[in-house]
């Protein structure tokens, strides 16, 4: 049994869907090693060896209109939904259309299974503190009724960040930012009846009960798929980092919604040439094997069983 997220590396929801829906058909698909197209992992999709998928996504429209392809799997969704314009995010559909859809794929499947992800929270001269409460409230309004808790985390300004994001004059929020920001953030998810957590967060916001999320979250696969599971942390993460282990099947470079603050994306080029590459028929994401690539059997066993990691 493993757990397979789809994806942190690209939305595979919004751009990937027939390729993913034909890879559960084929009850395989191969992931390629990021670091080495040479190591390449291959990972039954049969409903017997996943426990739970899952999806990473700002738009799962077209997605979504498949769901009963995946009767007999359980999963649930990270939906990622920001206030920002297309200057941040430039080709995210306009958020009427992404809060139907929101609400659409909560009806189908429950609130309990799509959390809200408000995230990163980056700051600038437009995007301020009263900028995001404002849009924070608005949001949490619409939203509250079809889901059980937001996530939200701050933007941490990496190298191929600040180059994407130039021109956006972004900076990172310090802990006084940060605070002014949580206590605010939290008093307007309890009116709502939200939960709210950190993902990958140092700072130490109990007082304003917001604790820290493990967005692949042992405790909730554990609810929906009826049973107690147990799973190590995933050692790949960053050390705040609380989600336990999975297998990614996504791939770097790309996501078309080109969103300025993204740490998988190295640049919209790199992208364009990818895209030309995929082929939805192809057992990986980007591209076909080449022939002198090493295929081997990927197993996540639950840390009850006997543990079998390539």
Known sequence: MMIVSVSRRTDVPAFYSEWFYNRLKSEEVLSVNPFNRKQVSRISLKKNDVDCFIFWTKNPKKFIERLDELNGYNYYFQFTL????????????????VINTFKELSKRIGKEKVIWRYDPILLNEYYTIEYHLKWFERLTSELCDYTERVVISFI?????TKRNSKGLNLR??????????????????KRYNLRIET?????????FNIHKSKCIDVELISQI???????????????????????????????????KYCYANFSENVIKKNIELHDVNSKILLGNLRGDEKITHREAKRDNQIRFDI
């Not at 993902?199 to 007082?207: A, G, H, R, W, Y």
């Not at 190590?232 to 989600?243: A, L, M, P, T």
């Open 82 to 97: 920001n206030s920002y314009s297309k200057d941040v995010e430039p080709l995210v559909p306009d958020k009427r259309e």
């Open 199 to 207: 993902c990958s967060e140092s700072i130490d916001l109990d007082e």
């Open 225 to 259: 798929i009826d049973t107690d599971i147990n799973y190590s942390n995933d050692q790949n993460q960053r050390d705040e980092c609380g989600c336990i282990r999975s297998v990614d099947i996504g791939v770097y470079n790309t996501c078309l919604h080109m969103c």
């Open 156 to 160: 941490d300004i990496y190298k191929k």
């Open 172 to 189: 990172e929020l310090d802990d006084s930012a940060k605070l002014e920001l949580a206590k605010s953030m939290s008093a307007i998810a």
